[in-house]
Every structure is written in C-alpha cells, then in structure tokens.
C-alpha cells in the first residue's frame, strides 16, 4: 500500500465550529507532516511529526492544533478559524532512516476547506 | 539558505511539442532534488527525483538531470500529450529525513490539441 488518504474530500465550517482533518498511511513512514495551500501557490509547511513526536510547527496559529494518535494516523483540530484558512490541506508522509539518501514525500489528495 | 527557482509560467504547448521547464536550486552541501506533478483538484505526485550529481530521473516519458555545476534541475519531455496539463513542482531535500522540503513556485502547464 503506498497510499496516503485524507477524510473528509471536502468541509464548509463556520468560525465557531470545531471539525477536524484525519489523515492515515500504511507505508511505516515515520515522518508525517500538514501543509497548506492557496491556490496556484507551493505547499506551505505547518508542521512536522517524527516518531510520533511533533518536532518542526512553522509559527502555525493555535487555532490549528496537530496531534499523532500513532505511527499511521495525523489529525489537524481546527477551532475558530477565520476566513483567510480557507485553503487546500495536504497530509505527506516519509521515510525516516540514517541512510545516505534523502526521501521523497507522498502526499495525500487533501481536504478542501471554506471556512464562511 | 536554501531555496528553488522555477521557471515563470503559465506555459502552453501544442500536443507533441518539446517541454522545458526550467529549475534552479541554491543549497548547502548535496539536497536530492524532485519534480511533483499536481493534477486539477489533486494532491502533488512525485514525478522523479535525483539524489546525487549527474543522476538522470525519469518516468512517463519526463526526464531530468542533476547538474551540479549548474545547480539545476531541468524538466524535459520529448513529446507533451494532453494528459500531461497540470502545475510541476520543483523541490529539494537538505535533509537524510525529508523534513526540510522546498519547492519551487510551480509551473502551470496546459497541452492543447
């Protein structure tokens, strides 16, 4: 399986709900990360998991808080976001060795969000 | 630091035309470089990747070469096909785990029959 798949395809919340974006993979990549997208913009990182343990948020606003349940599965909470948030979210996953080569990324499809 | 220069786009070409797509890079040391393809309302796909000096990566027909006299990271395609519409994505790794990923600023493309 070298997928990476993202829940919901698409989500419409308002400024006071509480949703959240689940992403899962079955690869044993130990590195899993968030980014945002605008449209016709690069991925912009917001943070990065490895072995379970946060260790890279890119200045990322508390109203969106990440968390690793385990090594398959990252979940982004959102709370209150504003109008602005509306974006493509894109989940990734990769390998994490000492090798001498550097991993690629696989991404997910993303979650569409509008944020009214 | 670290960072990619993508060619300027939107990019149009006949069906069969030869495609270019320009990338340049600046980094320390040796990164592994990428090419991500991201179809309308997708996720990015890796294309191909590079992982040391004259590594040539291909696929589908796509190729690209790791100069590092250069520092660049062309895309190049004999014969573009309809299919092949989408933004491309330049990228480097300065990191053994991936965590530091950079991407250039995409470049449109649209094939027209």
């Known amino acids: 399986d070298t997928e990476v798949t993202q829940t919901p395809k698409h989500l419409v919340m308002g400024m006071t709900n509480k949703k959240s974006l689940k992403c899962e993979q079955h690869m044993g990549h130990r590195a899993m990360y968030w980014y945002k997208q605008k449209a016709k913009k690069p991925p912009e990182l917001m943070f990065v998991?490895?072995?379970?343990?946060?260790?890279i948020n890119e200045s990322v606003p508390s109203r969106f808080s990440p968390e690793c349940p385990n090594s398959s599965l990252l979940n982004l909470h959102l709370h209150a976001l504003q109008p602005e948030d509306s974006a493509l979210y894109l989940c990734a996953s990769s390998q994490l060795d000492m090798g001498f080569s550097y991993n690629e990324q696989f991404f997910g499809p993303g979650t569409r969000l509008t944020v009214l | 630091g670290n960072s990619v220069t993508q060619m300027e786009g939107p990019v149009t070409l006949s069906e069969e035309a030869f495609l270019t797509i320009n990338c340049t890079y600046t980094a320390t040391g040796y990164p592994s470089l990428f090419w991500y393809v991201q179809y309308p309302g997708e996720g990015l796909q890796l294309l191909l990747k590079a992982t040391k000096a004259d590594d040539k990566g291909s696929n589908k027909g796509f190729e690209a070469t790791y100069r590092k006299e250069t520092t660049s990271f062309h895309l190049e395609k004999g014969s573009v096909q309809v299919s092949d519409s989408a933004v491309y994505f330049c990228a480097l790794s300065r990191s053994r785990t991936g965590n530091q990923f950079y991407f250039g600023t995409g470049t449109s493309l649209t094939v027209i029959p």
């Open positions: 998991y490895s072995y379970e343990k946060l260790s």
